[in-house]
């Protein structure tokens, strides 16, 4: 066969261990990529193969694999001729393989000095270091001028030797040859990965990945008996070269491997054999064992610095397999922020808190992944020795800088992993304050020593990156090294706050190339980590010290006097961006000044909400109101600078939308204000900010990018800060103009669509107002008439509109309006006495869209459901004024009668509605309607309604089944009333059997969720299924109590009911340590309110509930309970005292003989019987009968028996010695 490279429709594959008649690549080859379809590894000293193959194999050495041309072979027909470098490449390995396998050190020293020659033009050993540590392309090299087709060629067949040449390495391991073979090819595979961006490179079989991994990783498991000494230091430096080749082959897996979906899907490094089988082989298998055995080694001659090291190549495994797809580069400098990184397809192998096993039966079991913790201790102890290696050789850093490097990006990339599977639902947050996992102390005293190290300046970004992620993996404990980075105190200034301010000058005087302005961005997002961490109510909030108190040495002064010094630095640096803006310059970068601006935004933002501005910390309030005024100023700046089209208008329009968020937070997608936005809002500075708000009609055919921004504000601001729009009629009237201006536009949906939710905004927002103002006895001067004449109005014409957006937003704000709306809505504002006088329009309008006959689309429906149960709460049910004066606004029984009827008339098709929501906020509606005219002691008839509600809960949707159990409580009220056995008809024992039939399937969930915690039960339920039926288990809890308190109805149905309902809500009680905690608080509150007769009615049945209630409670009282437990002990104490009053003898030897279940004291038992306030002599009684009985003899011992005994006699000598003392009648005390 010719030797050489042939042209080919598809890339040459030099292959010197495949025969010519196309065989297997080798013995040892073929069996790996078998051995890789079952997941296994094979050991190269494994047995040899016969002579014959060996012989088949050598002679096909000098040959050089011919691909079959394949059909697209004209797309390759016009390529040039091949360069020289592919000749000399060619050449250079097979006379290496040839000499390898000859065995002879001169011929094979020679042939490496040719491969290097010929690959990268130099012998010197120095260079690959240099090559792999630099991220920019010589392309003087050899290499650099070939395709990158031909530098994988060049790895493959480098590998593939050292596959073939397994019988001379297993006699004893060449260092030197291997060394040659792994740093050659992770220089082929470095530049091949800085070069991916090349027009023409093909996609690189996955398998051919896998197949060389493999390779690498059977040669790390040969033995090396010498692996500590003189010689190991160089048998440990073989490894780590192997782990570096393995990375490199890593990287070209991310951005060259695969091709088609694979591709397109990002699935990172060696999918085809997928995570977890790649975290085994090369992770847990090799990776994690080589760094424990450094960590293990004590010996002198294996430094810190010679660590780091040999631990480089294994860290860069770790570091790519965790970073997956989300840098393409594989570049530090382009490292993705914590907040916007995506976990890779092998972290949650690798780094979640929990793995889940399936068992040989198929059912999953979760156990606490072993891997976590080991690559995180590992991977810290090669930060140690890196960070000692620097402080060892601070003279001459340029030694470890690399291993430095590779450390804070491996460390950066952990915690990003473990950040972005907290914020799945994958995991639980587990991470959080563990400090168990990483000595966090020493690695924050780490980042402040090395970011002050002047000649590390390019580490500084990299360092503060590394603290913000530590703020987001464990807040509480990076909280606690606060002092290390923001403490003003000693005589030195912070890092950090120094950069600020030095940034801060640097804006000022234009200097854009100064050190700490390019900082700046990266220390700001730092600052902001360490303030959403630090509990600042706790630390400083409860402080009685004076505010004015600003110096001395305790903890909450030195705080104090750090947010002091961040405020007035974060002003002036606020102030600078102002005025830069102001003068509209040019910027060298741009995309920087809008990065500072966005993190000083953000700071900003989270300084205002997260400090305590109360009165010990008051002093704080000056300077955030000046902070929150300088945004404003800048918002207002970029507006009208944005509206005459002067100055960069890119950068205005991004400071116009940063400095936003300063004013407005918004969160979960409700917007909400800071205490010092208040203050601003509330004083004169902010009428500019206000005014520009309103002096825009938004009914430009297009809106600009700081009209939509403007629009966005003023939606934030009406919701969070209506007051600030009413407080002037001017600014009201202009308000009133906008929101008509959208709502009237004709041709444009989308802007209707901004009119109304303005609209809704402001309605939103002022039931919020008021509702604050109300609950505190707060006088306000909130206009609410404007809403009923100007709004309403608008808000009832979108009623009717064509887009379903602006129909759900009109039905919402209907629900947020205020009763005194509905008074000036349904009568004008005069007494609402006969329903037929009213005017129903808007009520019938938003009645009709419940039901498909009067609204197509389900959402809109739903939403208006939703809005039923609103109106009903607010117009049905107990009023207050919104002046907050006990007087009710004047609605009467005839028309809460007349809307409850229309209501349940109309919910009554809703319930069977196709689309899930409508069903879930019809059963929302009939509930508040019940539970609204339960408070306002009105009645109407709900049988029809019961049945319907109950058929609900069988639903499929869980959010159905949860709002029936819960409407079933409300509605059962007006069905089994005290007339209900009055009733003539059938009708009485049809709803006697719903009753039980009600009772026995609200106990059953109950029963299955105990038995789920308790596994006595195993149900294959999903995390949400889950979470849903501990939702239904307490709402059975509350409806339990709510049935069985119709206690007129126990003697017509089996007692077995009502003691299997009462059983399972004392067994929440008993297991309050491992059930949810809204469970036992919802049993315990519905067995408080059960009435007394239940209780009395029970004691005359022959039925343990008393004696089961009785052990229950005591054993929960004479244990330590939680807080959240404790907080209900009150309640148990209560029900305890009403059951030991009807307590009988029988009720109380069950008791006892419950007590090797429910275990409690008798000695507890004794103390809680003559301490607690029970005036009867009835219970010593009983008990005393109990304990002396037969039945219970053998469960309680004779000491106890008399102390009982002593009791009683004691209590019998007072009461015969009161009845002795005869009362003196004379009539002496009557006389003058």
């Given at each position: ?25 080798s ?26 193959q ?14 079959q ?16 470098e ?7 390995i ?7 396998l ?44 070939v ?23 297993r ?31 093909s996609?690189i079989?996955?398998?051919?990945l ?29 490894k ?6 393995i ?38 298998d090799?990776?994690l064992?080589?760094?424990e ?17 040999h631990a ?16 393409s ?43 976590r913790?080991?690559?995180l ?13 620097i ?8 030694i ?54 002047e000649?590390?300046n ?9 603290l ?7 807040p509480v ?13 000693g ?19 234009k ?30 909030g409860?402080?009685?010290r ?31 961006v102002?005025?830069n ?34 009165d ?9 109101v ?23 208008l ?27 936005v208040?203050?601003?809002?509330s ?5 500019d ?5 309103l002096?825009d009609?938004?009914s ?19 919701k ?43 309605i ?25 004449e ?49 005017d ?67 919910m009554?098709?809703a319930?069977n509605?196709k689309?899930?929501s ?6 929302f ?6 539970l ?22 069988v639903?499929?949707?869980?959010k159905?089944v949860g709002?029936?159990i ?18 003539e008809?059938?009708s ?19 029963h299955?969720v ?7 039960i ?5 995390w ?10 307490w ?72 004696a ?30 009403a ?16 007590r090797e ?27 005393v ?16 028996i ?7 006699a004691?209590?019998?000598?007072l ?17 003058l």
């Amino acid at each position: 066969m010719k030797s050489g490279l042939i042209e080919s429709s598809r890339p040459s594959r030099w292959d010197a261990l495949r025969s010519n008649d196309d065989v297997q690549l080798s013995s040892s080859g073929s069996l790996r990529l078998s051995n890789n379809a079952t997941g296994r590894l094979r050991r190269l000293d494994a047995p040899q193969q016969n002579n014959h193959q060996s012989q088949n194999r050598s002679t096909s050495l000098a040959s050089w694999r011919r691909r079959q041309q394949s059909n697209d072979s004209s797309r390759f027909s016009s390529r040039t001729a091949r360069p020289a470098e592919e000749e000399t490449i060619k050449r250079a390995i097979d006379n290496y393989r040839a000499a390898i396998l000859t065995e002879n050190d001169n011929s094979n020293a020679e042939s490496i000095t040719q491969l290097n020659i010929a690959l990268f033009g130099t012998s010197d050993p120095i260079f690959f270091e240099s090559l792999l540590q630099s991220n920019e392309i010589n392309t003087n090299i050899p290499l650099a001028k070939v395709s990158n087709d031909i530098k994988w060629e060049a790895a493959y067949s480098l590998i593939q030797i050292l596959s073939s040449s397994q019988a001379t390495i297993r006699k004893q391991i060449q260092n030197q040859f291997i060394l040659c073979i792994t740093r050659t090819t992770s220089a082929c595979l470095h530049l091949l990965s800085l070069q991916h961006n090349d027009v023409g490179t093909s996609p690189i079989s996955d398998l051919r990945l896998c197949e060389c991994i493999t390779i690498l990783l059977d040669v790390l498991q040969l033995e090396d008996d010498d692996s500590t000494t003189s010689n190991g230091c160089s048998g440990l430096l073989c490894k780590s070269n192997l782990f570096q080749c393995i990375a490199k082959l890593l990287a070209v897996s991310v951005i060259h491997g695969g091709s088609g979906k694979t591709a397109k899907e990002g699935r990172g490094p060696l999918c085809s054999w997928g995570a977890e089988k790649a975290v085994t082989l090369i992770i847990k298998d090799n990776a994690l064992p080589f760094l424990e055995g450094l960590m293990s080694n004590t010996e002198q001659a294996l430094s810190d610095s010679m660590k780091s090291i040999h631990a480089h190549g294994v860290v860069e495994c770790i570091y790519v397999l965790l970073l997956g797809t989300n840098d393409s580069d594989l570049t530090p400098d382009t490292m993705i922020q914590p907040k916007a990184f995506q976990a890779s397809k092998h972290a949650a192998a690798m780094l979640a808190a929990l793995v889940v096993d399936v068992m040989p039966d198929g059912k999953e079991s979760q156990r606490i992944n072993p891997l976590r913790l080991r690559i995180l201790r590992a991977v810290s102890a090669c930060w140690r020795w890196s960070c000692e290696s620097i402080h060892q050789n601070t003279k001459d850093l340029n030694i470890q800088t690399e291993e430095l490097e590779m450390a804070l990006r491996c460390m950066t990339v952990i915690l990003n992993t473990m950040h972005a599977l907290e914020r799945g639902k994958v995991q639980n947050k587990q991470s959080r304050g563990d400090t168990s996992e990483l000595n966090l102390s020493a690695i924050a005293r780490d980042i402040k020593t090395l970011v002050a190290i002047e000649k590390l300046n390019t580490f500084q970004p990299k360092l503060l990156r590394l603290l913000t992620s530590l703020c987001q993996v464990y807040p509480v404990s990076t909280a606690n090294q606060w002092h290390l980075f923001l403490d003003t105190t000693g005589s030195v200034q912070p890092f950090i706050l120094s950069t600020v301010e030095e940034a801060t000058l640097a804006l000022r005087r234009k200097d854009f190339d100064n050190a700490s302005w390019m900082l700046l961005p990266d220390a700001l997002q730092t600052i902001s980590s360490l303030i959403s961490s630090i509990p600042f109510t706790n630390w400083i909030g409860g402080d009685g010290r004076s505010s004015t108190r600003m110096s001395g040495g305790n903890f909450a002064c030195r705080v104090r006097n750090t947010i002091t010094t961040l405020l007035t630095n974060l002003l002036n640096l606020t102030t600078a961006v102002k005025e830069n803006l102001a003068e509209g310059g040019s910027y060298s970068d741009e995309s920087h000044f809008e990065s500072t601006m966005m993190q000083s935004a953000s700071v900003v933002g989270k300084l205002c909400v997260s400090l305590p501005f109360n009165d010990n910390n008051d002093v704080f309030v000056a300077p955030a109101v000046k902070l929150v005024q300088c945004a404003g100023d800048i918002f207002v700046l970029s507006a009208r600078a944005l509206d005459s089209g002067i100055g960069n208008l890119t950068l205005l329009s991004r400071s116009m939308v940063h400095f936003s968020h300063v004013i407005t937070t918004i969160h979960d997608g409700d917007a909400s204000i800071s205490v010092p936005v208040k203050h601003w809002l509330s004083d004169a500075s902010s009428y500019d900010f206000i005014g520009i708000l309103l002096n825009d009609s938004y009914s430009a055919p297009t809106l600009s990018p700081s009209s939509k921004c403007k629009l966005e504000m003023l939606t934030s601001i009406v919701k969070s800060a209506p007051w600030s729009i009413t407080r002037e009629p001017f600014n009201l009237a202009s308000f009133r103009e906008i929101c008509a201006n959208l709502c009237n536009i004709q041709n444009d949906t989308s802007r209707r669509l901004l009119g109304v939710k303005l609209i809704e905004a402001f309605i939103v927002g002022r039931k919020a107002f008021v509702t604050e103002c109300t609950s505190g006895k707060i006088q306000h001067n909130m206009e609410l008439t404007v809403v009923p004449e100007s709004f309403c109005p608008l808000v009832h014409s979108a009623l009717s509109d064509q887009s379903s957006a602006v129909r759900t937003c009109a039905v919402t704000s209907f629900g947020c309006l205020l009763v005194t709306d509905w008074a000036v809505l349904l009568s004008r504002g005069s007494f609402i006495g006969n329903a037929s006088s009213l005017d129903w329009t808007h009520v019938d309008s938003i009645l009709r869209m419940c039901t498909p006959k009067g609204e197509k689309s389900g959402g809109v429906r739903s939403a208006a459901c939703k809005a039923v149960g609103d109106i009903c709460t607010v117009c049905v049910g107990s009023l207050l004024s919104e002046e907050g004066l006990e007087k009710a606004v004047p609605f009467s029984d005839d028309f809460v009668v007349a809307i409850s009827t229309k209501v349940c008339s109309e919910m009554e098709p809703a319930l069977n509605d196709k689309t899930v929501s409508v069903r879930s906020m019809a059963l929302f509606a009939i509930g508040n309607t019940a539970l609204a005219l339960q408070n306002r002691c009105a009645f109407l008839s709900m049988n029809r309604i019961l049945p319907l509600v109950y058929a609900c809960i069988v639903d499929k949707d869980d959010k159905v089944v949860g709002n029936a159990i819960r409407t079933i409580g409300h509605v059962s009220y007006f069905v089994y009333t005290p007339e209900f056995l009055s009733n003539e008809g059938g009708s009485v024992s049809d709803d006697l059997k719903l009753y039980c039939s009600l009772l026995s399937n609200l106990t059953r969930k109950i029963h299955d969720v105990l038995c789920d915690a308790t596994g006595e039960i195993s149900r294959e339920l999903s995390w949400k299924q889950r979470n849903s039926a501990k939702k239904h288990a307490w709402g059975s809890a509350t409806t339990i109590g709510m049935l069985l308190g119709h206690s007129h109805l126990l003697s017509h149905f089996d007692d077995s009911l009502v003691e299997s309902a009462l059983l399972q809500l004392f067994r929440c009680i008993q297991l309050h340590a491992f059930i949810n905690e809204k469970i036992f608080a919802a049993a315990v509150n519905a067995l408080s309110a059960l009435p007394a007769s239940l209780w009395q009615y029970l004691s005359t049945k022959n039925c343990n509930v008393i004696a089961c209630g009785l052990a229950t409670f005591f054993s929960f009282l004479e244990l330590p309970q939680r807080k959240t437990a404790s907080a209900y002990q009150a309640n148990v104490e209560r029900l305890t005292k009403a059951l030991i009053l009807i307590a009988n003898k029988r009720d109380f030897c069950q008791m006892f003989l419950l007590r090797e279940s429910l275990p409690f004291s008798i000695d507890f038992f004794y103390q809680w019987l003559t301490s607690c306030d029970v005036q009867s002599s009835t219970p010593l009684e009983q008990v005393v009968d109990a304990v002396t009985s037969q039945e219970v003899e053998h469960v309680i011992d004779v000491s106890d028996i008399q102390i009982f005994l002593s009791r009683a006699a004691q209590r019998n000598q007072l009461v015969q010695q009161d009845e002795s003392v005869q009362p003196d009648t004379s009539d002496d005390e009557d006389e003058l």
